[in-house]
């Protein structure tokens, strides 16, 4: 899909500076957002990668709203991006925050081959993604090994805390990216949050806006106090049938 290019740096650079993240940007970190853009809608048209296929959308619900979350990672944190799909938030937050260490995970193999694509056509240096169960790498030797475990549209509340939380070290924290029923999600997950070794930190609104729509949506922070039991997490079909 052919898109003007000019055009385009200009409207990213507007939008990061009318929400506020205008100091994450600079020529550098604008052109690795072109040319994420060209092959996120070059590859899209072959897979299905994002629903969002009109540039400027893609600035303000893609790019924008990673923006947000990299606006509140811990400097030189280790995170895990949950169901990263297409790299969202993995791959903007890895431009706009070379300090992290991040690991995109998700169970579609064909998604972390185009994350993987992406990092090196970008030179990304300290990302990975992997196919993977987030409830296997709970189990695994990477379980409580990450300061920060972070998720976009993956999971209910409920389920997303036993996906997420295991994999968070004591002194770390899960970052979700929820929408509209975050309120009801969050309060129907308090069991899970509790037995899991977490407590609610923060919910954090996020606004976001261009010229022609608004976004809202919360980041919901639950910091991890304690270990998380043995027992979890459980096999998927048990996590999504019998939420705690
Ligand atoms: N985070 C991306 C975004 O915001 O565009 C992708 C969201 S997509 C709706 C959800 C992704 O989560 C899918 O790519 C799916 O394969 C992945 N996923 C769901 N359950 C998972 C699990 N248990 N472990 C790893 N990935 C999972």
Redesign the pocket.
């Known amino acids: 899909m052919q898109f003007d290019e000019k055009q385009f740096k200009s409207r990213l650079t507007k939008v990061f500076d009318r929400n506020g993240f205008s100091s994450m940007l600079n020529m550098e970190r604008t052109e690795k957002f072109l040319a994420l853009t060209k092959i996120l809608l070059e590859e899209n048209e072959k897979y299905n990668l ?1 629903a969002i296929k009109e540039p400027n959308k893609i600035i303000l619900n ?1 790019y924008a709203d990673c923006a947000a979350l990299a606006d509140v990672l811990p400097k030189g944190a280790r995170v895990a ?10 791959l903007p937050v890895a431009i706009l925050r070379p300090d992290l260490k991040i690991l995109g ?4 193999a064909k ?1 972390i081959a185009y994350v993987n694509m992406v990092k090196d056509e970008l030179s990304l240096g300290e990302v990975e993604a992997i196919t ?6 709970g189990k695994s030797e990477l379980r409580e090994s990450f300061d920060i475990v972070t ?5 209910a509340m409920r389920v997303l805390t036993e ?1 997420c939380l295991p994999l968070v070290k004591i002194g770390g924290q899960m970052i979700a ?1 929820k929408g509209k029923n975050a309120e009801f999600e969050l309060a129907e997950s308090k069991k899970a949050i509790s037995i899991l070794g977490g407590k609610l930190a923060a919910t954090h609104m996020i606004r976001l806006s261009d010229d022609d729509e608004e976004i809202i949506h919360p980041l919901i922070v639950i910091d991890k106090k304690a270990k998380t039991p043995p027992a979890y997490p459980r096999a ?1 079909a048990q ?1 999504s049938k019998k939420p705690l």
């Open positions: 994002t893609h991006d949950i169901g990263c799909g297409a790299g969202f938030p993995t995970v998700d169970s579609t998604r993977a169960r987030a409830e296997d790498l998720a976009r549209a993956v999971a996906l990216m998927y996590i």
